[in-house]
């Protein structure tokens, strides 16, 4: 008895194979070019929906950088001034500002609204940690006072640290790749 093999229909699902394989590595890549164009407006929704910061400053100062299968979303470690919370001064009252939302408003009694060295308007607040001192700049020059500190807020970096900013993120990865993969593997 004899055994016979028709190897042409295993040359053909080869072929298929292949084919399937490059079609799900172009999908792939699709799908990361488009998680890559999409993570910063979603931080930007998901840090707004907590922070009282505008979306205009989160995009500035957060970016995506992508490296073969990885995208990394980053949050540049750059103070950000209570001024860009909406920080409102008062003479009488000091300073009150809502930096989360879940933690509301606050109010920094002895801080105060000011132009800087730079030039640049901010909150600052006296350095009571440190003892008065000779001023060489500014409009004291000469005069002993206790010398001035910027306030700051979260960081994009640390709103990113945040666990529910981060696992939302994360969540909204996973859910767009995968969606974004079955949308090219259809469309292929």
């Known amino acids: 008895m004899g055994l016979k093999v028709d190897t042409r229909g295993a040359y053909a699902a080869g072929k298929r194979f292949k084919s399937l394989a490059s ?14 164009r999409r993570l910063v407006p979603e931080f930007a929704r998901q840090a707004t929906s907590r922070y009282n910061l505008t979306a205009a400053r989160i995009r500035d100062t957060s970016g995506v950088q992508r490296s073969g299968n990885t995208i990394t ?3 540049y470690h750059r103070g ?18 809502t930096i989360a939302r879940a933690d509301g408003p606050q109010r920094f009694k002895h801080a105060f609204k000011a132009t800087g060295l730079s030039g640049n308007a901010q ?46 993120m994360v969540r909204f990865a996973l859910q767009r790749l995968s969606a974004e993969i079955r949308r090219q593997l259809g469309r292929l």
Do not use: C
């Open 123 to 168: 909150i600052f607040e006296r350095d009571l940690t440190k003892a008065k001192r000779k001023m060489k700049y500014g409009r004291y020059v000469g005069k002993k006072r206790q010398p001035i500190k910027a306030m700051y807020g979260s960081s994009t970096a640390q709103i990113l640290r945040d666990p529910d900013v981060n696992a939302g």
């Open 80 to 97: 950000t001034g209570l001024l860009n919370y909406r920080a409102v001064a008062s003479k009488t009252s000091g300073v009150t500002v």
């Open 23 to 36: 079609k799900l590595e172009k999908a792939e890549a699709l799908a990361a070019s488009d998680l890559q």
């Open 73 to 75: 979303l980053t949050g």
